[in-house]
């Protein structure tokens, strides 16, 4: 671990927000990552908060969406961010689950965003894995549920609150009810809040927190995932570790593994798209790309190189 953290700590020591890039390097950036996607054999995608943050989905910041739609919620409890409300302490569970409903009715009616449906595209006729840690179901929609491992869970789901077992159940049916049964209300109706039927506690959106059940879903993604790096690695194809719209809050769970595996494995690269990161690990050098620009801009570029090559080809 003391290596990896001195990794870590290297990368932090570089630096903080990059400057911008100019036009021309920023079309050489995403012309050396279209090569080196076009010769993966094998792509583990890590995707982070910036990619629904591309797509126009803002949980953190006050947006039109918030303005529109949650503005009676601010109005009797203060808080401006979808995310802020995830975290506000309510006076009573019928508060809280008003505001859950609200919000995720919202994610499942939000149209997998262009970023994704971009993504998927140029995964297309590869093998390939996408680990996140986002909780939004962008990930969940876009792609094969084969081909994914929710790091945090998901919020189109329900667990018991204990939890006391191994359960998820949709979370949209119970949503619609309470929402159904507020009209212009902002709390929820008590004989409507969701309860586990084994132990009678409270059910809890399934995202990390203390209690978030890693259970047979949860592991079965952790399986099939290390068992696609551990086979893609071994086969001595290519294998590039991109790296999409990871922030600064849980670098152990996407940025130091794939540093780590790209470090201890010849054939591995590390290709990173985010805004506001500009340099990777030297011990990565000559196999490592940051291409330092907004994912939907680079998605963009990367789509229309590719189609160049199809036509060339
Ligand atoms: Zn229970």
């Known amino acids: 671990m003391s290596r990896l953290m001195g990794l870590y700590a290297q990368h932090l020591s570089a630096g903080v927000a990059p400057p911008a890039v100019d036009e021309e390097t920023l079309a050489r950036q995403v012309e050396q990552a279209a090569n080196v996607l076009a010769r993966a054999d094998a792509v583990v995608c890590g995707i982070g908060s910036g990619m629904s943050t591309a797509c126009g989905y803002d949980h953190y910041g006050r947006s039109a969406v918030f303005d529109g739609r949650f503005a009676k919620f601010e109005r009797v409890h203060g808080f401006s961010s979808l995310m802020d409300g995830l975290y506000h302490l309510y006076a009573s569970n019928e508060e809280r689950w008003g505001f859950l409903a609200a919000y995720s009715a919202h994610l499942e009616a939000a149209p997998v965003g262009r970023a994704y449906r971009q993504l998927a595209r140029l995964l297309e006729g590869k093998e390939y894995f996408v680990l996140t840690t986002n909780i939004d179901g962008q990930v969940r929609r876009a792609f094969p549920g084969e081909n994914v491992w929710l790091f945090q869970g998901d919020f189109g789901f329900l667990q018991c609150g204990q939890p006391c077992c191994d359960e998820l159940v949709p979370a949209l049916p119970v949503a619609r009810a309470m929402l159904d049964a507020m009209g212009d209300g902002i709390a929820a109706p008590s004989d409507l809040l ?120």
């Open 194 to 313: 969701p309860r586990c039927p084994h132990c009678g506690w409270l059910r809890a959106p399934w995202v990390r927190d203390h209690g978030f059940l890693e259970g047979d879903a949860w592991r079965d993604g952790k399986r099939r995932y290390e068992r696609f790096v551990s086979d893609a690695l071994a086969s001595g194809g290519r294998v590039v570790f991109l790296e999409l719209g990871v922030g600064g809050m849980t670098p152990s769970i996407i940025e130091i593994p794939f540093w780590e595996m790209t470090r201890t494995n010849s054939n591995a690269f590390y290709l990173r798209v985010n805004m506001g990161k500009a340099s990777e690990p030297r011990q990565l050098e000559g196999r490592s790309l940051t291409v330092t620009g907004d994912i939907a801009d680079v998605f963009d570029m990367l789509t229309h190189q590719r189609e160049k090559k199809e036509q060339d080809a």
